[in-house]
């Protein structure tokens, strides 16, 4: 079943880049910011990574919290996170389950070839737990500031 604006977001429990687990209901009373990439220390995904938490600030002035996802390890988002400073938090999906529950994991083409892997999308999640914005099949390069500005008319 494909999540659609108004829906409740599912709610999840995984680790995060110190292994701690962080479960969706921890930002009950904040907006959130979820989106899921492919993989840490490619070029796309470093550069939207970058982004989010170069505008952490911006974000955290309106309430909402960055969280990115991808099937990345515990110890990869550590490193990812110190070689590039990043401010937000990343949660390890490894088993894809919450990729899939919000539909960022699925058939995807490259080069002709079709293949699984994590769409890049992202989910702008209200204080309630309410989904109020979906971005599906995102192009890494100004989407921060693109979610950031639509925020702002939320």
């Known amino acids: 079943m494909e999540l659609k ?13 110190d292994g701690i687990k962080i479960s969706l209901k921890d930002f009950i009373g904040k907006k959130v910011i ?5 993989k840490d220390n490619t070029p796309g995904c470093t550069i939207e990574a970058c982004d989010f938490s170069g505008d952490y600030e911006k974000f955290s ?35 894809k389950e919450v ?21 890049r999308s992202t989910f702008v999640i209200d204080e309630k737990g309410k989904i109020i914005k979906i971005y599906k099949n995102v192009k890494a390069k100004n989407h921060a500031q693109k979610v950031f500005e639509e925020l702002c008319l939320c």
């Not at 979820?34 to 492919?38: A, D, I, M, R």
């Not at 969280?67 to 999906?93: A, C, E, M, R």
């Open 5 to 17: 604006i108004g829906d409740i977001a599912p709610t999840f429990e995984l680790l995060n880049q």
């Open 34 to 38: 979820l989106y899921f990439y492919p």
């Open 61 to 95: 002035e309106k309430n909402a919290v960055i969280i990115g996802v991808s099937p990345d390890s515990v110890k990869s988002h550590t490193n990812f996170i110190q070689k590039y400073n990043l401010k937000h938090i990343l949660l390890s999906d490894s088993e």
């Open 99 to 119: 990729s899939k529950m919000y539909g960022a994991w699925g058939l995807k083409k490259n080069y002709g070839k079709e293949y699984e892997g994590i769409i």
